[in-house]
């Protein structure tokens, strides 16, 4: 009987060992994997203060300005609730479009301007080929005339 | 009576010669369907409207994205299974899986980077669904050394059983990362509660790739099984009977 | 058809690179993972082999 329960106590250590992890982890995602905060959250002040961030939400339509190093750029976050200045200097990825998701990492500056040093574009789970893509929008274009 | 029948078909022996009559049906399957997955991928798919030619990428990585984590958890009821009723060909199939879902899990990481990399401008990033998914990585490793470093067959069976069920809600968190926390991994594009947005060549494509990999890793699975059944029964007559045979 | 040329197709719309890698990648893992798994056949194969010899020889002494 006693390697028996040698075995059991074995397991027993086993499986609190591994939940312990799986709650590290779980309590990991809860508190450090909000991935971004949207503007209205940073205004709400939900956001860290202090210490980097992200902010996500949509480029808005009209906004994204360059300066003429070419590198700089400005450009508008909103959650159409909110919106957010945000200031850029570097390469932006292939996908960052106005009207489109994005996300970027930085820090407030005293005047309420976001300063990113990562900005990071964010795909929708749509997939269709550009003449469908061109009629959706034409579509959505008369929709909205009308 | 039944009961005989039922350990019979059980029995690693026999499951040893039925899996040898499976395999090959599964490989040719699998060439056949990757060829046809591969052109429809490259050929008929067309070119997506915001992202290019790099979204060709999902061909493989979504693939590999489901078999990593449905491979997980039909490990998992194997390794269960084994468990709870003692029946050792479950053992060895949970043994069996658990490389090619790491493998799956390993390329859907790397080529989700490769997408990363041009669509969103960067490598990786720390976000849920990437996380839960290298997580489910690492548990595969932690399922195979545990058990290989285990020299009793029995112990280590339940040892890895352990890891595999514990594991196991890893998987819905990976699934459903996407909806409950913020990420920059997209929402998914296929999902059983609404109409799929995504084209319709680029679904077939997609889905046709996908049942190639589940072929490929039952032949796989089952040519593995063979070697593990093989290696632990090397003692009993029926496995000198045969190699007797082969001679 | 997609493609106005070879080139045009090993170009992928600039994104070779990550395209190319990533199936390429997968595939040679793929094809490893069958090579690995023959050559584990062939080495238990030959050992299993060598124990039944072994055995053969002394079960006739």
Redesign the interface.
Known sequence: MKPRHKKLAFIAAGVAGIAVIVALVMNAFRSNLVFFFTPSQVIAKEAPVGRAFRIGGLVEKGSLKRENDGLTVHFVVTDTKHDMNVTYKGILPDLFKEGKGVVAQGRLDSNGQFVADEVLAKHDENYMPPEVASELKAAKASKTNL | MSKINLYKFASPATFYGLAGQMIPGFAVLSAILFAIG?YIS??V???DAQQ???Y??IF??VP?AWMSMFIYVVMAVYAGVGLAFNTRLSAMMAQALA??GA?FA??AL??GS??G??MWGTWWVWDARLTSQLILFFLYIGFISLQSAIDDPRRSDRAGALIALVGVINVPIIYFSVKWWNTLHQGASISLTKAPSMAHTMLAGMLIMAVACWT?TIA?AL??VR?II??RE?HATW??EL??DAK | ???GSFSA?LH????AF??W???G??FL??AL??LL?SS??RT??KR??Q??RL?ASRGSK
């Not at chain 3, 992928?12 to 994104?15: S, T």
């Open positions: 591969l490259f050929f798919a067309p070119t290019g030619e790099a060709r990428i493989i990585h590999a490389p090619t493998l390993f390329i790397f080529t490769f997408w990399k041009p490929y796989v040519f593995r070697l093989l290696e090397r496995v000198s190699l007797e | 058809m997609n493609w197709f992928m719309g600039g994104y990550y395209v890698s990533s199936f990648l997968s893992f793929l993972e069958l798994l584990r056949r238990l194969l299993l082999g124990i039944q055995n």
